[in-house]
Nanobody, 123 residues
């Protein structure tokens, strides 16, 4: 099993920045992709950004140019730098991990989830 712990959420004004962090523990050797999802009230959970172990990245169209995912495989860590935040970015953000053999840019690949960290962007 893999355990994921996020940190870094909070309240920020529109136009501001936040950096989310996630550390994986447990059977980390099974992890290929790591990613960030978010879920706003009344909406489905969506893939925001993801990265394969080889460094390939995927971003949702709504965050391209504003968010950046980074990863340190040796530290079993992944980060999400969020800039130029908008009120519509308000959501609970989840770190997730996928096993080897799973595509890094597909939601259904992700089997392991953190508890979520709340991001609120005020206008």
């Amino acid at each position: 099993q893999v355990q994921l712990v996020e940190s870094g959420g909070g309240l920020v004004q529109a136009g501001g920045s936040l950096r989310l962090s996630c550390v994986a523990s447990g059977r980390t050797s099974s992890i290929n992709a790591m990613g960030w999802f978010r879920q706003a009230p009344g909406k489905e959970r969506e893939l925001v950004a993801s990265m394969s172990s080889g460094g390939s990245t995927h971003y949702a169209d709504s965050v391209k140019g504003r968010f950046a995912i980074s990863r340190d495989n040796a530290k079993n860590s992944v980060w999400l730098q969020m800039n130029s935040l908008k009120p519509e970015d308000t959501a609970v953000y989840y770190c997730a991990a996928a096993d080897w053999g799973r595509a890094y840019n597909i939601r259904s690949s992700y089997a392991y989830w953190g508890q979520g960290t709340r991001v609120t962007v005020s206008s």
